[in-house]
């Protein structure tokens, strides 16, 4: 058993894409046409850490109430957390591409950790 994918709810496919791949350096896996229930358009866009099973789906916003949730998905809480090998490296990329770290990285018996908003606005633990 294993956790395949998670949702992320966006306000755009084209700029989620391009935050999570340029920015956090992950792979797009699939980008392909889909239809909603009701037959409109939509996407399936799935992007993945390289080397990582579990991927996010890329959701973009469909009606009032999902768009109410971006950027807050988990009621302000740290929601998801990107475990890198060299933290250091990955923290000046990350602030190099404007990134937006709301708490500087410090020390924890896990190891080191600085909070970091996606491109919605969802809070992320960087881990190294």
């Known amino acids: 058993m294993r956790l395949d994918l998670i949702t992320i709810v966006v306000d755009d496919y084209d700029s989620a894409i391009g ?3 340029a920015v956090l350096g ?4 699939e980008d392909s046409p889909a239809t909603t229930n009701d037959g409109r358009p939509k996407r399936w866009v799935v992007v993945r850490p390289p080397g990582a099973q579990t991927g996010i789906l890329l959701a973009q ?4 109430r999902q768009a109410a949730i971006v950027g807050d998905q988990v009621a302000g809480r740290v929601g998801f957390f990107l475990r890198v090998e060299d933290f ?8 190099a591409a404007g990134v937006e770290f709301v708490r500087p990285p410090r020390a ?8 970091f908003l996606d491109i919605a606005g969802n809070r992320w633990d960087l881990l190294g």
């Not at 992950?26 to 896996?29: C, N, T, Y």
């Open 88 to 95: 250091d490296a990955a923290y000046e990329r990350m602030i």
């Open 61 to 64: 916003a469909d009606g009032p």
């Open 108 to 115: 924890e018996p896990y190891g080191r950790v600085a909070v």
């Open 19 to 21: 935050f999570f791949t």
């Open 26 to 29: 992950f792979d797009l896996v």
